[in-house]
């Protein structure tokens, strides 16, 4: 059974205190829902692992309700507190040196020696990682490579019966994982997400180049990810007669649905996940699910990336 919490105090100290057990509880962040684990608990970071069936190599996010709790796990030098200081709260992730003598769990780092540190804006996420008193890790709480949620109903038609607890708020308002950022070496970005990449360069100058995995494959890196059942399709222009045409902008007539009749990439960014997962309930058998071309600049980035792992070979 999975128990339901509301956003009082009285929820989110239980699931707090069910955190501390080790146990598994879902949350929402500004991103996207987590499901979170005692950064220190080894037994509850290994129910994160099995219950999304994720590779154990794939490491976790760590996230903190203020500074004082990162520079407990994490290394700052002064470009990172110059991050930390612009971004956060707020959804950027910060790839740093893990703290040496830091109390995480070896699994949440999958044995490395790096950390990605987040210190979420969404108040409910900061009241329960302050609740635990320490770090929470939190990946997305979806199954392994299948759609993030952005919604309580969502996180329940995946997981629902494999996890202790989740806590329900607001849908979350970006709609996309937040931006990863690393600062080990020349300043890169890993996964595209809720930032955009100019107000990143505007502060440190121009980043290194997102590359294809190296030793460490991550979801948010593998090619098929954030997938719904249906087959997807890119760049879209003329929809033929199986397609579940899905618009951006005002030229798209005749879209079932739309990530945003403006135009506008908040909006559609917000919108994607919650439509992908309404085109598959529409889709029939050989149905596929063709996107409408997005821009490639500010929140686009992050969009198309996602898109172009949805359409992905599996
Ligand atoms: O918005 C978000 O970031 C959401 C919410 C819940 O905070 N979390 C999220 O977590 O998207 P997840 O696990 O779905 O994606 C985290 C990504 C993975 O691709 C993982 O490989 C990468 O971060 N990552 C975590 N720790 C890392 C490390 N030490 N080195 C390299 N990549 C790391
Ligand atoms: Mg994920």
Not at 68 to 97: C, I, Q, S, Y
Not at 204 to 209: A, D, N, Q, V, Y
Not at 249 to 262: A, I, V
Request: with cysteine.
């Amino acid at each position: 059974m999975t128990r339901r919490f509301g956003n009082e105090d009285r929820d989110i100290a239980v699931a707090a205190k069910m955190l501390r057990n080790g146990e598994i509880v879902a949350f929402p962040t500004e991103t996207v829902y987590g499901l979170g684990a005692d950064a220190s608990n080894p037994g509850g970071i290994g129910r994160i692992y099995e219950a999304k069936a994720r590779p154990r190599h794939n490491p976790l996010i760590v996230h903190v309700c203020d500074i004082e709790m990162a520079h407990n796990v994490a290394e700052f030098d002064p470009k990172a507190a110059l991050v930390a200081d612009r971004f956060w709260p707020g959804p950027l992730t910060m790839l740093l040196p893990k703290k040496v003598g830091s109390r995480l769990a070896p699994a949440v780092t999958a044995g490395l020696e790096t950390v990605a540190v987040r210190f979420p804006s969404s108040k409910v996420a900061q009241r329960l990682i302050r609740a635990v008193g320490f770090p929470v890790a939190a990946p997305s709480a979806n199954l392994s490579g299948k759609i993030s949620p952005t919604r309580f109903a969502q996180v329940l038609r995946q997981l629902d019966g494999r996890i202790a607890g989740i806590v329900q708020d607001d849908a979350c308002d970006h709609g996309l994982e937040s931006t990863i950022l690393s600062l080990i070496g020349t300043p890169a970005i890993l996964r595209h997400g809720s930032v955009p990449q100019e107000p990143l360069e505007d502060l440190l100058g121009s980043l290194g180049e997102v590359g294809e995995p190296r030793e460490i494959s991550s979801p948010g890196q593998f090619r098929s990810h954030y997938a719904p059942e249906a087959s997807v399709r890119t760049e879209v222009c003329e929809p033929t007669a199986n397609m579940i045409w899905i618009g951006f902008g005002p030229d798209c007539e005749g879209c079932r649905l739309t990530l945003s009749t403006s135009g506008d990439l908040e909006e559609a960014a917000r919108s994607l996940y919650d439509v992908m997962v309404e085109a598959d309930l529409l889709a029939r058998a050989d149905d596929v699910i063709a996107f409408a071309p997005i821009p490639m600049y500010g929140l686009g980035r992050a969009i198309n990336d996602r898109l172009r792992r949805a359409a992905a070979p599996r």
